[in-house]
């Protein structure tokens, strides 16, 4: 999977959306060459609460230099055999490109992995601020 398919596939995922990969462009299309596509099935366990809360106050002082990424959230805190793994969202203005939050989300994962140098893996999910009200307004 190339990046941007990997990223598409997993902020699909983490919103319980089924994703759909075609292989080899238009003539895979017609080829009926059309694949379900999964993140790698998670291992270990989820961290205890304290430390999801230590990433995640650690994440919003982080992204204070990342002034894009606004409102982190949904942050999950997975315990593997290789360090932990952490995923959370964020909000955009919706008006960014793909490339500046692209960045921006890059940026401010590498800011948590320096900091926590047991965080082997950070995957960040940004998502255009209208998406969060409406979920805000679904949970509750
Ligand atoms: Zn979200």
């Given at each position: 999977?190339?990046?941007?398919?990997?990223?598409?596939?997993?902020?699909?995922?983490?919103?319980?959306?089924?994703?759909?990969?075609?292989?080899?462009?238009?003539?895979?299309?017609?080829?009926?060459?059309?694949?379900?596509?999964?993140?790698?099935?998670?291992?270990?366990?989820n961290?205890?609460?304290?430390?999801?809360?230590?990433l995640?106050?650690?994440l919003?002082?982080?992204?204070?230099?990342?002034?894009i990424?606004?409102?982190?959230?949904?942050?999950?805190?997975?315990?593997?055999?290789?360090?932990?793994?952490?995923v959370?969202?964020?909000?955009?203005?919706?008006?960014?490109?793909?490339?500046?939050?692209?960045?921006?989300?890059?940026?401010?994962?590498?800011?948590?992995?320096?900091?926590?140098?047991?965080?082997?893996?950070?995957?960040?999910?940004?998502?255009?601020?209208?998406?969060?009200?409406?979920?805000?307004?679904?949970?509750?």
């Open positions: 999977m190339n990046a941007a398919v990997r990223a598409v596939t997993r902020g699909a995922l983490a919103h319980g959306w089924e994703v759909f990969g075609v292989r080899n462009g238009y003539a895979g299309l017609l080829e009926d060459r059309i694949e379900p596509l999964q993140a790698r099935r998670l291992r270990g366990r961290a205890p609460e304290a430390r999801v809360a230590e995640r106050a650690a919003a002082e982080l992204a204070v230099d990342h002034p990424l606004r409102n982190v959230h949904d942050v999950r805190v997975r315990e593997t055999p290789e360090g932990e793994l952490v959370f969202h964020c909000t955009v203005d919706p008006l960014r490109t793909v490339m500046d939050v692209h960045q921006e989300v890059d940026a401010l994962e590498s800011d948590l992995r320096r900091r926590f140098p047991g965080v082997r893996r950070v995957i960040g999910h940004a998502e255009p601020r209208d998406h969060t009200r409406m979920t805000a307004q679904q949970t509750m």
